[in-house]
Each structure stands twice: as structure tokens, then as C-alpha cells.
């Protein structure tokens, strides 16, 4: 069980300043929490990580065994099996490799393998392309995989610290998956501060699986066939693992804080210009930045609109969130993902957000939006349009029942 550390003493340690990608900031917080193996193949965006990682191996700053995979399948299949043996152990893909390792991806959370990986966000084959689409992690949302988001290479480094300390919680013992935007952050700089290792150690706890290690002089079964006898209550056991999760993804947060003198108050989604807005909406990952910057816009012309932006989609914040939007006037969801024939043609978000608001006292009006897919810009007047739809929504005192598609050709 992760323990609770106390707040840094006055020692005279400080971070450094680096230009890094964000890919390049997962392998900084890998090597400062002593990852045992890491394992890879080739696929882009993602590569960038297993690159960056094995610079580091190779330059002495990381002792780990790096083993170069035939595939993604056997690729999550090692780091399944080197977890079960005490190995803390990191691999990734994006797009449709994500989609090749999926049966390990299936079995990894009812066996309790608290692996941490990276999804550089990528389109789906066919047709081929390498840009953001967010539906590549979305595939495992309702399998036990404990899901975030991050929109800068300094989250990227301090999610992957926090991931360590949440999956290997024994309180949790789940698979979490981090999602990079490709190419808007896997590969693009910016100015990061690396911390030193001592305060990591004081963050991070050693991987202990206790009395579920696999070990010859510690027999036990893992991946039993239970067939239809047990199959529920394996389900139930990860569903509470689940809502555990809560909780201490909340104290990793306190604890990094503390330790780390960052970090925000809120881990579930960060809300920008939020608090007075008419118009509220809502993204993932790096769309944010043009939200922002279109919001600042229209903030100077006197109209009210704010951000959420989801850091956690699994556990997902349900009563947090709604309490955020149920202030608003109107509720606009910019998806990057689809979920082809869903309730209202809606991304996947939106559905989750209308379910979250079912049983709210108050629903605003809750427009659907999705704009962004392949790698496309997310434009300013993408978001300029969606907020108009919103305001137009709040007049009313209702919205329709379409899903919008913002910046499609006609």
C-alpha cells in the first residue's frame, strides 16, 4: 500500500529546467522511478517514448532490461508477465497497434497487473494517418484500465510519477493508461522542470505485489480458467477496485503536491475561466490550447466562456464534474473521437456527460461537437462557432438533438 510522506525537508535540491517533447518528459519520470522493463515496438507517434527511454538506458541513467518486441501483442504480454514478478515495467503504442494488443489489453486488469503505459493518441487505419484521434485508448473504457489525459509535457512527466504511485496502490492493482496527444505533444517542446531523485523516492514507494508475487517459494494461480463460476465476482472485485481509485488518486495528488511544491488542487479536470462562464466547454488532451486562446478572445469582447478540460476519464468524476457544469448556462462537448451510430451520433464524451447530468437538479442545455479528428487544427473558429451554438442553446433554454461536425469540408 502506497504510504503518506511528509513534506519535503529544507535541503538545498532543486529541478532542472529542460526543452523537452513530451515523450522525452515520460522518459524523465521513467528513469527517476528506477523502471525495471520497458518494452518496444516501433510505431508512430509513440516511438518517440521507447526512443527517448532507450537513450537513457544506453547512457547509463537507467538500469532496465529493454527488450525490442516482434509486436505490440508480445510487447504487452512481457511487461504482463515481468509485472506479476515484481518487475516495474512500462510499454505503450498508439493507434492501431494499441488495437493488435488487445487481448492482453483484456486480461490485464482482472489480473491485477498494474502495469503503466503511453498511448500516443493516433487515427485509426484505414485511412492511414498519423494524427490525434482519442478513440485508439478509448477502446479499453469499460475493461478496468485506469484512463487519463495530459496537455503538456510537464503533466506528462508528473502523471507518469502519479501513475506509478495510484496503479500500484494495493488498494488499486489496476492497468492505467496515459493518452498523449500525437504529435501536438508526443513531439512538440517545451520548457519542463525535472525534478531531483531524492524527492522522487520520497513520492514513490518500491513496487511491492506483497503476497501476490509470483515466486516459486510463494505458489499461487494467476489467470485461472473459472468459467462461469467465478467470471461476476471478478467483475465486482474490479469494479471496486475501481471506485478505490478515488480516493487514492486523490491523496497521490495531496501527497505530490507536498513533495514536489506543484501540482494541482483539482486531479479529476482543470477549469479555466470556469467559474463565472455562461458557456462551459469541455475537451481532452491538447485541445485545449485553442480553446483557451479563443476563450481569452471572447472574453474581451464581454462573453462569458470558460473550460473544462478532463485530466481522468476512468474513474470518471461524475458528481466533481457535474457540480462544475451544472452551473452554466450552456454545456459544449468538443470531442475528438466518434462512437459511429450512438445516442445522437454524439462522441464519446458527450454520452458520458449527458449520463453524468441525468440525475442532476439542474441540466443545462448540452450541445454535442466533434472537430479535430485525423491531426486536423482545432481552429479558433472552430470554437468560436461551438460557443454561438451555446449561447444560441442558453437563449432557448434548450439545445437540439445533432451532433455538430466543426470544420468539415462541405
Not at 522522487?200 to 494467476?222: A, C, E, K, S, W
Not at 463565472?276 to 462573453?303: F, H, N, Q, Y
Request: charged share 25%; hydrophobic share 45%; glycine share 8%.
Amino acid at each position: 500500500m502506497a504510504v503518506v510522506t511528509q513534506a519535503a525537508p529544507a535541503v538545498h535540491e532543486e529541478d532542472k529546467e529542460l526543452l523537452i517533447s513530451g515523450s522525452e518528459a515520460v522518459a524523465e519520470a521513467l528513469t527517476l522511478a528506477d523502471l525495471d522493463v520497458v518494452t518496444a515496438y516501433p510505431i508512430r507517434p509513440y516511438d518517440t517514448v521507447m526512443q527517448a527511454i532507450a537513450k537513457k538506458i544506453s547512457g547509463g541513467q537507467l538500469v532496465a532490461e529493454y527488450i525490442v518486441a516482434e509486436g505490440e501483442h508480445s510487447q504487452f504480454e512481457i511487461v504482463k508477465h515481468a509485472s506479476t514478478v515484481g518487475a516495474r515495467v512500462f510499454c505503450g503504442s498508439s493507434g492501431v497497434g494499441w488495437m493488435y494488443a488487445m487481448e492482453c489489453l483484456v486480461v490485464t486488469p482482472p489480473l491485477r497487473v498494474p502495469m503503466v503505459a503511453l498511448v500516443g493518441n493516433r487515427a485509426l487505419d484505414d485511412p492511414g494517418a498519423f494524427g490525434v484521434e482519442h478513440n485508439d485508448a478509448l477502446v479499453v473504457r469499460d475493461l478496468g484500465w485506469l484512463l487519463c489525459w495530459i496537455d503538456t509535457s510537464q503533466e506528462a512527466l508528473d502523471t507518469t510519477l502519479i501513475a506509478y504511485r495510484v496503479a500500484e496502490d494495493r488498494r488499486v492493482f489496476l492497468p492505467l493508461a496515459i493518452s498523449a496527444d500525437g504529435a501536438f505533444l508526443t513531439h512538440s517542446q517545451a520548457l519542463t522542470m525535472v525534478p531531483p531523485k531524492s524527492k522522487v523516492d520520497r513520492f514513490l514507494p518500491r513496487y511491492d505485489r506483497g503476497d501476490l508475487l509470483l515466486h516459486p517459494d510463494n505458489p499461487i494461480t494467476v489467470a485461472p480458467q473459472a468459467n462461469e463460476d467465478w467470471v461476476i465476482e471478478i467483475r465486482r472485485q474490479n469494479n471496486e477496485a475501481m471506485a478505490r481509485a478515488v480516493g487514492v488518486i486523490e491523496e497521490a495528488y495531496a501527497d505530490f503536491r507536498r513533495v514536489f511544491g506543484r501540482g494541482p488542487e483539482n486531479p479529476w479536470f482543470e477549469e479555466y475561466m470556469a467559474a463565472d462562464a455562461d458557456v462551459i466547454l469541455v475537451g481532452m488532451g491538447t485541445i485545449s490550447l485553442p480553446i483557451k486562446v479563443a476563450i481569452r478572445e471572447l472574453r474581451a469582447k464581454g462573453k462569458k466562456v470558460g473550460l473544462v478540460r478532463l485530466r481522468w476519464f476512468r474513474p470518471f468524476p461524475t458528481e466533481r464534474l457535474v457540480a462544475a457544469l451544472s452551473k452554466a448556462k450552456a454545456v459544449g462537448i468538443i470531442d475528438r473521437d466518434y462512437s459511429f451510430g450512438s445516442p445522437f451520433g454524439s462522441g464519446v464524451v458527450a454520452n458520458e456527460i449527458r449520463a453524468a447530468l441525468y440525475n442532476a437538479e439542474r441540466r443545462p442545455p448540452l450541445l454535442s461537437f466533434i472537430c479535430g479528428l485525423g491531426g486536423r487544427e482545432v481552429t479558433l473558429e472552430d470554437v468560436y462557432k461551438a460557443t454561438d451554438l451555446c449561447y444560441a442553446a442558453a437563449t432557448a433554454g434548450k439545445s437540439d438533438t445533432k451532433t455538430h461536425w466543426l470544420g468539415v469540408r462541405e
